[in-house]
């Protein structure tokens, strides 16, 4: 629940029919295989492959551990453009984007340290076709991220256990006090490069709801409109009631 770095595995169309495209899931920090399988099977009905990214909480303070992820995720990506060249769509729920995603977003853009040449992840970046934001992106802090571990549905419990919940509460009040100077800086990078993705040329869909207390929908809201204001082209879909994360399809 609170590790390092993630994983991060393929899930193939299985209809037999022609490759439409990929669409590279981030998915919510602790989450399991079994949560995104309902989408992967979205996906493959509709003709496209899934590289499924699960990134751990811990990458929100150490950013180094992000990028290490981000980068294995895209070296993965280029080999199979290189094979097989088609479009590619970025997915992102809750905290996936702040603790893997926007790294993928950097490296890229040149703006991040790379393990591969930039013309390989130039193959990458001229392939993206579209964005998709479900519950996100969060102006994420601890709290938020300790909240979501917490939540029932998460725990698969009614009431998290008082042990569990002290040990929550605890390591993120130190990871405050450790990191709060820099945490600040981060989260103002991870902002300026979302919102630099605009230049990518690529449309935006972004799925909220309005009672959301995790990703609350006047942040989500003000995200959309300033993508709109740098030229994006975006498609906001707001629900007035629905849980965090799981929204239209699960």
């Known amino acids: 629940m609170w590790g390092f770095g993630g994983k991060f595995y393929w899930g193939r169309n299985e209809t037999g029919g022609k490759i439409e495209g990929i669409v590279v899931v981030f998915a919510w920090?602790?989450?399991?295989?079994?949560?995104?399988?309902n989408y992967v099977q979205l996906y493959s009905s509709l003709g496209?492959?899934?590289?499924?990214?699960?990134?751990?909480?811990l990458n929100v303070f150490f950013p180094e551990k992000a990028t290490s992820l981000a980068a294995d995720i895209l070296n993965e990506l280029v080999k199979e453009l290189k094979t097989r060249p088609c479009p590619v769509v970025f997915a992102s729920?809750?905290?996936?984007?702040?603790?893997?995603?926007y790294k993928v977003l950097q490296i890229i853009d040149g703006k991040c340290?790379?393990?591969?040449?930039?013309?390989?992840?130039?193959?990458?970046r001229d392939s993206v076709a579209g964005h998709i934001y479900d519950s996100s992106p969060a102006d994420f802090t601890s709290?938020?991220?300790t909240r979501f571990l917490l939540k029932p549905t998460v725990l698969k419990?009614?009431?998290?256990?008082?042990?569990?919940?002290?040990?929550?509460?605890?390591?993120?009040?130190?990871?405050d006090a450790l990191f709060l100077n820099r945490f600040e800086s981060q989260r103002a990078e991870y902002w300026?490069?979302?919102?630099?993705?605009?230049?990518?040329?690529?449309?935006?869909?972004?799925?909220?709801?309005?009672?959301d207390d995790l990703a609350p929908y006047q942040i989500i809201c003000n995200f959309a409109q300033r993508l709109q204001e740098l030229g994006g082209d975006v498609k906001l879909v707001k629900w007035n009631s629905s849980p965090h994360i799981i929204i239209g399809i699960i």
């Not at 920090?29 to 399988?37: A, R, Y």
């Not at 930039?118 to 193959?123: N, S």
């Not at 300026?192 to 009672?211: H, K, N, R």
Request: a negative charge; glycine letters at 6%.
């Open 48 to 57: 496209w492959n899934s590289l499924i990214c699960h990134p751990e909480f």
């Open 29 to 37: 920090m602790s989450s399991q295989e079994k949560h995104l399988k």
């Open 192 to 211: 300026q490069t979302l919102y630099s993705s605009v230049f990518m040329g690529a449309p935006y869909l972004i799925l909220c709801s309005e009672d």
């Open 157 to 175: 419990v009614s009431h998290p256990p008082r042990l569990v919940s002290w040990i929550a509460n605890g390591i993120a009040s130190s990871l």
């Open 93 to 101: 729920f809750s905290g996936g984007p702040k603790a893997c995603m």
């Open 143 to 145: 709290d938020v991220g």
């Open 113 to 124: 340290e790379a393990q591969l040449n930039p013309d390989e992840y130039r193959l990458v």
